[in-house]
């Protein structure tokens, strides 16, 4: 309850109303657009429908949506998005019981103890180790393990942005790379038919660009402010925590040698998983079975009482239900799109408009699109299954590989997570680290436009050597 003349502050709707709004914008445009088709053919080796985007024409709608098909989508949005969802759920489940062992808070004291005394080492150490863990997919997974590398940082005597910087720009560069992130890279590749995790190579490539310029930047800022105290953008703070932090005080947790088998564990589960989907053709049920198999390996190799474990799995799980929820809400957009029979016109009108602007020029305007879009919809899987399934055809029509496609969606996607105030995980991260959203826009902005610019330049190369597969 507001009080008399207190003024209620601007909050955009939580990302559930956001998609029944636009399940409503659906409804409506059902009415105004047209209705059409492309034709469709499926592999018959593949089970892929592929799309023949030389057959284009207008239909009569003879199933327009009625009150009961708004509602109705949004429970055959979750089961259509099942095999996602359960994947996800599997996957946080023993995420979590990692996490809740210690084992990779363990892993950072242990970096930090073998580079003692080397300050800007252990800066560029733990933005490498927080971009590997990004990689995988932890977004907000990683938040949990912010403080601990903040009270490192700052007790090496550099300011409350540097500490914070450190580790969630990895995070965002992580992330975005999208090495053999299935949130963003798996589920668009799985949407246009493409092998998970295929392109490896030039997204690793495309990481280590990321790492650099942020290291030279992040070095940068935090050598003038350790220099000249008054550069700092928290300067009067930075100026008591110097004359009163000496040291950072931290728990620190034993890297046992169960612990290191654990996390030798997961670098194999991420190894086989990208191996199996690429190479053995594997799909959710076989990732979702990698996880569980893990879970049960963590149980053993920790010597965790398996009840304890089994509880610990489904609170993991239960912290990405949300998320699958919305993966299903939006696919419940797509099931309005596809009845009212709106998504080619869409298609057709979008491609018509791009058809005479050339690659360059169509790949900016789809990285802008993906990055405003995240605005709205920060969800990354979630937003892959409203935009895929437009952006893919689309790059079939303009001679764009659908691998390109990709990349622009994984790209326009990841670095806006960290920079625009409707992202739940930042605004978490900034106040568990009692950082402001002014000061962090401060050091970032910068940043983030040249990581966005190198992040382009590596589109355009992906198209000119024609990325694959197709």
């Known amino acids: 309850m507001f009080k008399k003349g207190e003024k209620k502050g601007f909050s955009f709707p939580h990302v559930y109303i956001m998609f029944l709004l636009v399940m409503l914008l659906v409804v409506i445009l059902s009415w105004i657009v047209p209705s059409s088709e492309y034709e469709r053919t499926v592999d018959p080796k593949t089970g892929i429908t592929k799309l023949n985007t030389d057959v284009f024409h207008y239909i009569q709608n003879k199933n327009p949506i009625s009150f009961m098909d708004f509602f109705t989508a949004l429970h055959n949005g979750v089961v259509q998005s099942a095999d996602i969802i359960v994947m996800l759920l599997f996957a946080s489940g023993a995420l979590y019981i990692l996490e809740k062992s210690g084992a990779i808070a363990a892993g950072i004291h242990k970096l930090l103890q073998i580079a003692e005394g080397k300050e800007k080492l252990i800066i560029i150490a733990l933005l490498a180790l927080f971009s590997i863990l990004g990689t995988i997919g932890f977004g907000e997974g990683g938040i949990p393990f912010i403080p601990l590398a903040m009270a490192v ?240 055809p689309l790059g079939k029509i303009l001679g764009i590989n659908q691998q390109v496609m990709v990349v622009v969606y994984q790209f326009g996607d990841g670095f806006t997570n960290y920079l625009w105030p409707t992202s739940g995980g930042l605004m978490a991260a900034l106040g568990m680290s009692n950082v402001s959203y002014s000061d962090w826009v401060k050091f970032s902005l910068k940043l983030f436009l040249l990581l966005h610019f190198a992040a382009f330049i590596l589109i355009i190369i992906a198209n000119s050597i024609g990325l694959g597969p197709n």
């Open 153 to 392: 940082i700052m007790g090496m005597g550099y300011d409350r942005i540097t500490a914070f910087a450190t580790s969630t720009i990895g995070l965002a560069i992580g992330f975005t790379s999208g090495v053999v992130n299935f949130y963003t890279t798996g589920v668009s590749q799985t949407i246009v038919g493409l092998p998970i995790y295929s392109g490896l190579i030039f997204r690793i490539v495309s990481l280590i660009v990321f790492l650099i310029i942020s290291a030279i930047y992040i070095l940068r800022y935090a050598n003038k402010t350790k220099a000249d105290a008054t550069k700092s953008i928290v300067f009067n703070e930075y100026l008591e925590q110097l004359d009163h932090i000496k040291k950072a005080e931290y728990e620190e947790e034993a890297f046992t040698w169960p612990r290191k088998v654990a996390l030798i564990g997961l670098v194999a589960v991420l190894i086989g998983s990208a191996f199996g989907a690429i190479r053995l053709g594997w799909g959710m049920p076989e990732l979702s079975s990698i996880y569980a198999i893990y879970a049960i390996f963590l149980i053993i190799v920790l010597r965790l009482n398996p009840s304890d474990a089994a509880e610990t799995f489904g609170i993991g799980a239960a912290r990405l239900l949300p998320t699958g929820l919305a993966i299903g809400f939006a696919r419940s957009v797509m099931i309005l799109m596809d009845q009212a029979k709106i998504i080619d016109t869409a298609v057709h009108a979008l491609s018509g408009m791009l058809s005479h602007t050339g690659s360059i020029i169509t790949l900016l305007v789809l990285f802008i699109v993906v990055i405003f879009f995240n605005f709205f919809v920060v969800s990354g899987s979630g937003k892959a299954m409203i935009l895929m399934p437009i952006m893919g």
